[in-house]
Structure formats: C-alpha cells, structure tokens
C-alpha cells in the first residue's frame, strides 16, 4: 500500500475534486479501489487547513490525475454502484419484516429461510435484508448472539464497499453495532461497535426518517458502556435511548428500548422506576408473545423484588415464570439465564437452602464460561453464600479466580470484586481489622473506576460491619454515614435493614446497648416479615449475644436456642461478636429511674420507628409491618387495615378477624385513600395514643413509598389498586384528559407530582395524541392554575412576525407597530404559556427565548431595558428535536434548556383502554343540548378497537364527530354509522 500520510501538494487534486472523483462510492469501497484505507479518502476530502487534512502523493496521485482526465479503464476502478431492491423482492420481504416488529419469530423465521433458499432474491440488498431479519431474530429472539454474526458476517463487506441499498446498509451497521456490544466474550468488542455506530451515523444523515435505526445504535452505545463497566461512558449515553424512543413505532422494538431505559435508571439509582419498568416490560413482552425479553425482564423483576425485601418464594415464582419462557421460546442459554440464577440463589439463601443455591450459582457459572465472560456478576451472590456458611477457604478460591482473570471484559471491575472478596474472605475468618481496611480498599478501587454502584454498596455496607467487629468506634460512624447517604440515593429495604443491624452492632461496641437492641429488633422485625430465615436467624443471635453482654439472667438459655437454630438451618453458631474493647452495656444511654414501672411510653415507639421507615419498602409490606408492630405492642389485639371509600363502603387490606373493632382510628395515605386502623380488645392506658401515632406513621410511609414509586399497583394484592372513577372529588377536574389505560393513568401521576415545580416542560408525542390536552392539565394541575394560560402556536405564525409576536413591541417599533402589544410572554405573567410545535421555532428566535428561560427576561421590540416575567414555559413538537440540532436547525443549548422534564403522550394505538373512553366523551361533547347523547353499540366498539388509529386522538374525535353530522341522531351509534373508513 502506498504511503500517502505525508501532508504534500497535490496539485489540482483538491478535497472538491477528490469527492467529485468518488462519486457515489461509499469511502470505504473508494478505498478499496485505490488500495489505500478509508481514513485516508477523509483525510483528503478535509479542508486543507484542517490539521489531519492530506494531500494524496506518489502513485496514487499520479492514479487519480489519470482518472481525473479520463485515462484509466473501467477495469482499474470498477464502477460500483448501489442496487436497489425489486419490487417483487420487496413485495416478499415486507411481510417477513413485519412478523419480527411483532416478535412472531418462528413464523418470520421460516418465511425468510424459504426465501433464501428458493433464489428468489437476486440483489445483495435483497439477501443482506433477509440476513438482517434472520440475525436480528436470533440476537433478540433467541439470544444466540453468534448464530446472529455468522448470519450477518457475509454481508459487512458488501455493506463496507457500498453494494447495498443505503436504508439496507443502515440496518446492517446498526445490528452490527448490536452484536459487537452483546454481553459474549467472544463478540464483545467496543471498538468495533463504535466504528459501526460511526458508519451508521453518516448514513443517518441522508435518512433522517430512520427512527428504528437510530434506536438501534443509541441502544448499542449504551450496552456497550455498561458491558465495559464505566459509568462515566453510561452517563455520557443516558437518556439517549429514551430520546430516540419517542419516534419508534415497532412494538418489538419499543420494549427492546424500555429495557435498556430501565437498566439505565437502575445503575443512576433511581430503583423504584427501574423496578415499575422491568415489570411493565416483561408484562408487555407477554402480551406481544416475546419470550426473550419476557424472560430477561421477569430475572430482573425478580433481583429488584429482593432489594425491595419481598419474600423469597415471590421471587422464585418469578423466576420459574422467566425459565418457562425461555424453554417456551427456545432460547440459548445467555445473560438472562444467568441473572435469572443469580435471584434465584439469592432468595434460596434467604430460605437457607445453601445447597440449592450453590447448585443454581454453579449451573450460572457453566454458562459464564460458555460466554467467556467476566465471573464478577456472580460474584456478591456467592461471596454472600459462602459467608453465611462460614466457608473461608471457598471465599479465598472465588478471590483468586477474580483477580487471575484475563479477559478484556470489565477486567478493571472484576479486580476491584476481587478485592472485596478477599475482604469477605478476612471477615468470615474473623480478622476484622484486616476485612476493614479490605473492604476501604474495593470501595477506593471502585471509585477510581468511576463508581460502579453496585459494588460501592456492598463495600460500604460490610466495611460498616467490620468495623464494628473491630471495634472502631469512630471509623465505623464515618463509613455508616457515607452507607446512610448511599442509600438515600440507591433505596433498598433489604440492605436497610442490614444496615440497621450492622448499626446495632456499632452501637453496642459504643456502650448504647438499649439503642442498639432497638435496631436490631427492627432489624429482625424486618427480615421475619420479608421471610429471610437465615438473616432472622443470624440477627437472633446477635441478640442473644447481647443479652449475654447485658447480663441477662436467660441469655445463656437464648444463646443455646440460637445455636440450635443455626445448626438446624445449616449455619454455624455464631461466636460472640462484642469486641473486648467495648463499652460496658448501658454506658451510652440513661439509665431508668428508680421504682419505674413497666408500661407502654415513647420507648416503646422506637423499634416500630424503626421498623416503619425502612426505606425501600413497598405498600404491602408497610401495611404487613404495621400489624405486626401492633400485634408486638398489644399482644392478642387481632389488629387489621381497611380502606374506606367516599361512600362509607369498607375494604379490607391486611387482618383476618371477623370480630369488630373496640378501637379504629382513620388516617390517609397522602394520595387519596383514606384507611382505618383498628384493634380488637382493650388497651393500655396510653394505647389509644399509641395507635393514633402508628397510623400517623404508617401513613406518612405510605406516602413516601407512592412518591418513590414502590407503591406500584400488583394484580391480586390488596391494598395496591388505584383510586377508582367512583370515589368523586379526589382529583382535579382536567378538560378532555381521559385516563382509563395504565400509561395515561401513570401520565397523570406523573403530572401531578409536578405541581410545585416551576420546571420547563417538553411534551412530546405524534401528532394529534393530545399534547395539548396534557400542556393544559400540566397547568390546571399547578400551583398557578388560578393564573393565565396562554397557548401560541410556532408553526403559525409568519417568521417576520415571530418576534414581535413572542416578547412585544412599543408603538412605533417598526412600520404597522400602532399600538403597544405586550407579547404572548408578557400575556402569561405569573401563569404557564403553551409554545406548540417548538420545532418549528426559526433560529435567530432562539437565543432570545434562551435568554427568557435563563434570566426570566423579556426584551421587547424598541425597548431599551429588559421587562421581567415569570412564566411557565410547557413546549410541545411531534419533531425529533435532537435530529433537528444534529441538522444545525435547533440551537442545542436551548434543546438542553428544554429538556428539564420531557413527557411523552403515548399514541392511541398503545393505550387501547383509552379508545371507548375517549369515543364515549366526544359522544357527550358533540351531542346538542338538550338531547340524550347516543349509545355505542357492541359492533361499533368493535370497529373501533380494531382500528389502527395512526391519527391517534384526533382522527377518533373526527370519526365520531362524522357519525354524529348525519342526522336525525340514532338511539345507538353502530359501525354502520361510525364510517371510520371515511
């Protein structure tokens, strides 16, 4: 090859001659004529006072001279042109193509093999599409990444030198991207994915419409950041799938995408989302028949369960639901398999089933090896397990297996895990000091590697535990807060209850022994109710333990019951953990006054304190705890929790007894519903009070788990449904905001939680979803709803006149400026102007609403000083606004300035539950005055179920107003009337 990166003259061989002589060659098939590399063609075709600008030299010069003036044959540069498909080859692609947008895999599958097979395809386009299909079904139908780029190995070179159809060539690269970003050792390769995105993205130029495409490659990036473990790459990516999202139809693809968004939330902490969206993913991908993603999901579902403390059993369900999906869309054995495992061994530890699990860890680990794969994804699970059996040695094995591994997968990562078992290792060998300073160590490692979550919180949860064995009193307070924080951000019942006991512990070696005991019983409280044997059991003798320390008379007689307990289950008695360097027991915390009796006062409130504010916990679970604190403080009480409706009507949420209550008290959850807490059989002299508290607390926790989004309705648990349309006067009325599907349900929650914001708001969606509808309920639903709404339309307005007709003007501004006119900004002070269409904002407008967003200033026309106002800004566009930055038509630091909080209006085809609504409340709004509106009759339900509705919203509005133009209006509209065809 010709060495040609020496900058020279060229001579008349300029960067526009040089494009003008490749044509409509990609770079890479130019290249490849000339015998020099792709990189190489860019360079020339750079300006030549770029710094990588070069000059082509030598004999390739020379080559190009003689093609410029005509001199070489066809033979020497082969004239290579794009083929586009047949007609009849598209005719007998398209339905193929469809099946797999509806996950009909087996289906799409042999239609595309007889296509293949029959030569009926006789354009490279037309074979690479059908090899596309075939891979992309094997990738996210099969999870057989490899079949998947043997299928598409075959067609990258044609897609290199630019044989194929551009939107062809554009789904090659970006399943290219895909499968060199797919979590196999033997794939995996970053480089590789990125060069495929970057290919893909210049194609994306030309073919701005290809919104699957371009979701394609945002979900590669983003898998290929969180493969390498490096969360400064996740942020960089975050949030770009969610953008592209917006625009893609395949219903398939939708929920590829939503699993992605809910991974992301789950690494940013934001756990509750996370959660609500694996379960909706996998409930989607039920409905559609996607076995894949409905597998992968529910494995998830069930790992975000056990941080959410659910017992053991609920998780082994949902583990045993993702095999028989897997098994029942034949899938090979992939990731999936191996988080499904990794839950599963997590909730069998739980139950004291260490055999079990080790075999589900084992059977996970085959798998890893297949995948040639970094061992650190099992690694807490197992290091977990073989700390609760006290097996050091095991601990030390998986250690060096970490820290031998040789992969190019996350290899940092998985040395930082290793360090952290080495620290497991100590602490089950009982060197605490020396698992301390360990753990400190794995967390540091892991800081430095941009802070994998994950590990920072296992290695800050049991640095805490360690210190306390050692009995470093102020060591230890220092890491419990950076734990506390942690966990703010990262909210998990079940490490919240680990730490209250590991606190316990610290508390003890500080002398603060009633404290202490507090929390561990809650600690306990927490574990029993959840189901988790083995931490109920090892907590139990901690306590034991403490009342040794105590010098309690039946301490001895707890310690044998606790010994028993753990050789029962398969767990060794624990020794004393309380380090000789403790405080003697009470040295910390008041002693009680003389002759002071036994009786129920505010010492008796801390450990159901404790026990009901475990952060992370969702509704069930708080009202399981609340009756279980009762039934502790006012033992045979048969306490229970009942909702009562706005019409007095009783349901009952937790409490089996029959008997009425002696004692109730109402209390509200913070979101509508209204409880009632009761018991049955008298109290203490200061028990009314005390249940007066209890429901008080309970329902500021039932508040914080809505707010936090753990109070996520479950199908068949009490005390989960949603405010029904019966219960009247509990929402604020919004125009023509019909909500009967989950989506725009959840839509109106989420609007809701806005209503003290004064945030910029971006609403997106197709045209005639209703985003207008949901600008006007963002402001009926704020804390300025009383205050002016202005609506203004950027697609209406002259470009001449914009300016004026957004900030104002002075009489005398221009010619035709009569009168003052204080704009659209100035009309909405101290209320929410509407900016609809956004997108079509012209750009020297831009910088100046810019300025209003920022500043909350207005500068009109032939003023001399800015005006302030104080205006809610809600935009609208059905445009893809990070196209129209990467076109140069959107300011992108507006775009970002937009984007504070961006809603999505879901189509009308994805909320179905909507359509009747909607039909039967245009009904009521188009039927005259004075007359009875008519009935929809079954057929025409029917029809409009069955219909697409790709006007969305306002194509169903015309239909219904169209039915109703002919009179004399019929008793009952049928499908005869509904002319939804036109």
């Given at each position: 090859m010709e060495s040609i990166e020496e900058k020279g003259e060229g001579g008349e061989l300029s960067p526009e001659a040089i494009r003008a002589l490749r044509g409509g060659h990609s770079r890479a098939a130019f290249a490849r004529m000339l015998g020099v590399t792709p990189l190489t063609v860019y360079r020339w075709e750079l300006p030549e006072d770029a710094p990588?600008?070069?000059?082509?030299?030598?004999?390739?010069?020379?080559?190009?001279?003689?093609?410029?003036?005509?001199?070489?044959?066809?033979?020497?540069?082969?004239?290579?042109?794009?083929?586009?498909?047949?007609?009849?080859?598209?005719?007998?692609?398209?339905?193929?193509?469809?099946?797999?947008?509806?996950?009909?895999?087996?289906?799409?599958?042999?239609?595309?093999?007889?296509?293949?097979?029959?030569?009926?395809?006789?354009?490279?386009?037309?074979?690479?599409?059908?090899?596309?299909?075939?891979?992309?079904?094997?990738?996210?139908?099969?999870?057989?990444?490899?079949?998947?780029?043997?299928?598409?190995?075959p067609h990258l070179g044609e897609a290199e030198m630019g044989l194929l159809p551009q939107g062809v060539e554009l789904q090659v690269h970006a399943l290219a991207a895909n499968l060199y970003a797919s979590p196999?050792?033997?794939?995996?390769?970053?480089?590789?994915?990125d060069a495929h995105v970057a290919r893909a993205e210049a194609l994306l130029v030309e073919t701005p419409d290809a919104s699957d495409a371009r979701c394609l490659l945002r979900m590669a990036q983003t898998a290929g950041a969180f493969y390498l473990g490096e969360t400064e790459r996740v942020a960089r990516y975050s949030g770009r799938v969610a953008e592209a999202l917006t625009h893609v139809t395949d219903p398939a693809l939708r929920l590829l995408a939503e699993d992605v968004c809910a991974h992301e939330e789950a690494i940013r902490g934001e756990t509750t989302q996370a959660t609500r969206r694996f379960r909706e993913v996998a409930q989607g991908a039920a409905r559609l028949g996607y076995a894949f993603l409905e597998a992968r999901n529910l494995a998830f579902l069930a790992q975000r369960r056990l941080d959410e403390a659910c017992e053991p059993e609920e998780a082994l369900l949902l583990v045993r639901r993702a095999r028989e999906a897997a098994y029942g869309g034949r899938m090979a054995r992939g990731f999936s398999f191996i988080f499904a495992a990794r839950a599963e061994a997590e909730a069998l530890i739980r139950l004291a089933r260490f055999t079990e699990a080790e075999a589900a860890l084992d059977e996970a680990d085959a798998v890893v090896e297949e995948l040639s794969w970094t061992p650190l994804q099992l690694a807490v699970t197992r290091a977990k397990l073989w700390l609760t059996?006290?097996?050091?040695?095991?601990?030390?094995?998986?250690?060096?297996?970490?820290?031998?591994?040789?992969?190019?997968?996350?290899?940092?990562?998985?040395?930082?895990?290793?360090?952290?078992?080495?620290?497991?290792?100590?602490?089950?060998?009982?060197?605490?000091?020396?698992?301390?300073?360990?753990?400190?160590?794995?967390?540091?490692?892991?800081?430095?590697?941009?802070?994998?979550?994950?590990?920072?919180?296992?290695?800050?949860?049991?640095?805490?535990?360690?210190?306390?064995?050692?009995?470093?009193?102020?060591?230890?307070?220092?890491?419990?807060r950076r734990t506390r924080a942690f966990l703010e951000r990262m909210p998990s019942a079940w490490h919240s209850a680990l730490l209250h006991r590991f606190e316990g512990m610290l508390l003890v070696v500080e002398g603060r022994t009633r404290e202490a005991r507090d929390l561990l019983e809650a600690s306990l409280g927490t574990f029993r109710l959840s189901g988790d044997v083995c931490m109920a059991a090892f907590t139990r003798s901690l306590l034991a333990w403490l009342s040794k320390?105590?010098?309690?008379?039946?301490?001895?007689?707890?310690?044998?019951?606790?010994?028993?307990?753990?050789?029962r289950i398969g767990m060794a008695p624990q020794p004393n953990f309380i380090p000789a360097t403790a405080r003697p027991a009470g040295s910390g915390s008041p002693a009680p006054e003389p002759g002071a009796t036994a009786r129920l006062g505010s010492e008796a409130l801390v450990v159901p304190f404790e026990r009901l504010s475990v952060r992370g916990m969702g509704a069930p679970l708080i009202q399981r705890e609340l009756?279980?604190?009762?039934?502790?403080?006012?033992?045979?009480?048969?306490?229970?929790?009942?909702?009562?409706?706005?019409?007095?009507?009783?349901?009952?949420?937790?409490?089996?007894?029959?008997?009425?209550a002696t004692d109730e008290v109402e209390f509200g959850d913070g979101c509508g519903r209204r409880l009632r807490l009761g018991v049955v059989g008298p109290l203490p002299v200061d028990g009314r009070a005390m249940l007066t508290l209890l429901s008080r607390l309970g329902g500021f926790a039932l508040e914080v788990a809505t707010l936090?989004?753990?109070?996520?309705?479950?199908?068949g648990v009490p005390g989960t449904s949603e405010p029904t349309s019966e219960e009247p006067g509990r929402e604020t009325e919004l125009p023509g905001f019909i909500a009967a599907s989950p989506s725009m349900k959840r839509l109106r929650a989420e609007l809701s939680r806005l209503s003290a914001s004064r945030s910029t708001v971006i609403v997106t969606g197709e045209s005639g979803a209703g985003k207008e509808?949901?600008?006007?309920?963002?402001?009926?639903?704020?804390?300025?709803?009383?205050?002016?709404?202005?609506?203004?339309?950027?697609?209406?307005?002259?470009?001449?006149?914009?300016?004026?007709?957004?900030?104002?003007?002075?009489?005398?501004?221009?010619?035709?400026?009569?009168?003052?006119?204080?704009?659209?900004?100035?009309?909405?002070?101290?209320?929410?102007?509407?900016?609809?269409?956004?997108?079509?904002?012209?750009?020297?407008?831009?910088?100046?609403?810019?300025?209003?967003?920022?500043?909350?200033?207005?500068?009109?026309?032939?003023?001399?000083?800015?005006?302030?106002?104080?205006v809610r800004v809600v935009a609208a566009t059905h445009r893809d606004l990070g196209q129209l930055v990467r076109e140069g038509r959107f300011r992108e630091d507006l775009y970002y300035r937009l984007q504070v909080v961006p809603v999505r209006v879901p189509p009308l085809r994805e909320r179905r539950e909507d359509v009747v609504a909607l039909a039967r409340h245009f009904v009521r709004q188009l039927t005259p005055e004075g007359q009875p509106p008519p009935q929809l009759g079954s057929d025409a339900l029917e029809a409009l179920m069955a219909h697409p509705w790709p006007g969305n919203v306002r194509e169903l509005r015309n239909v219904i107003e169209r039915s109703m133009a002919y009179g004399p209006l019929p008793a009952v509209l049928g499908a005869k009337q509904m002319r939804i065809a036109g």
């Open positions: 990588q600008a070069r000059r082509p030299r030598g004999r390739v010069a020379q080559a190009l001279k003689q093609l410029q003036g005509g001199g070489l044959t066809g033979a020497r540069l082969p004239s290579l042109s794009r083929q586009e498909l047949r007609p009849e080859e598209s005719q007998r692609l398209q339905p193929c193509l469809d099946r797999l947008k509806r996950a009909e895999w087996r289906a799409a599958e042999e239609e595309l093999l007889t296509l293949l097979a029959s030569g009926v395809l006789k354009t490279p386009g037309a074979r690479a599409l059908a090899a596309v299909g075939l891979s992309h079904l094997q990738r996210w139908g099969r999870e057989d990444s490899r079949g998947a780029l043997a299928t598409l190995l196999d050792g033997k794939l995996f390769d970053a480089v590789k994915s059996v006290n097996r050091p040695a095991e601990l030390r094995k998986l250690a060096s297996r970490l820290s031998s591994y040789d992969g190019n997968i996350q290899r940092s990562l998985t040395g930082a895990y290793a360090l952290f078992v080495e620290a497991m290792a100590d602490l089950s060998e009982g060197t605490a000091q020396r698992a301390a300073a360990g753990f400190a160590a794995a967390g540091a490692r892991g800081m430095e590697l941009g802070g994998w979550p994950y590990l920072r919180r296992e290695c800050l949860l049991y640095e805490t535990a360690a210190r306390a064995y050692a009995g470093q009193r102020e060591e230890g307070r220092v890491v419990l320390h105590e010098s309690d008379p039946a301490a001895d007689e707890l310690l044998a019951a606790s010994d028993a307990e753990l050789r009756l279980g604190v009762l039934e502790g403080l006012f033992p045979g009480c048969a306490p229970r929790l009942e909702e009562v409706d706005s019409q007095g009507r009783v349901t009952v949420l937790a409490g089996l007894d029959a008997r009425p936090r989004g753990f109070a996520t309705v479950e199908p509808v949901v600008a006007r309920a963002v402001h009926l639903l704020s804390t300025r709803s009383q205050r002016p709404y202005v609506a203004f339309n950027c697609a209406a307005v002259p470009k001449e006149l914009f300016e004026g007709q957004l900030f104002g003007y002075r009489r005398g501004a221009f010619t035709g400026a009569a009168s003052d006119h204080p704009g659209v900004l100035r009309a909405a002070h101290g209320g929410t102007l509407f900016l609809d269409e956004i997108g079509e904002l012209p750009l020297d407008v831009q910088p100046k609403l810019l300025r209003v967003l920022e500043n909350g200033e207005v500068f009109p026309l032939g003023e001399t000083r800015p005006v302030e106002v104080d």
